[in-house]
């Protein structure tokens, strides 16, 4: 899952790529916003990030986008 934050007060956003589930990581945004605490993720490489979640502006959850090779010539 690729993973895009909006951090409020800053300008760029953080992207992260997660072997984790949508559902997994929608349920950890929700636990941190509503207890006000930390959303803690872990990328596919096993670094983890950790956001205040009172500094969250938004969080966009997407499927792994697979990059083409090749010209791609027709549909």
């Known amino acids: 899952m690729e993973i895009k934050i909006g951090v409020q007060n800053v300008p760029t956003q953080l992207v992260l790529e997660s072997k984790e589930e949508a559902d997994q990581i929608r349920?950890?945004?929700?636990?941190a916003l509503q207890s006000g605490g930390l959303l803690e993720l872990t990328d596919a490489k096993g670094s983890i990030t950790l956001i205040p979640a009172s500094t969250i502006g938004y969080v966009e959850?997407?499927?792994e986008t697979k990059h083409r090779v090749g010209f791609g010539i027709g549909s």
């Open 27 to 31: 349920q950890k945004v929700a636990q």
């Open 61 to 63: 959850i997407a499927p």
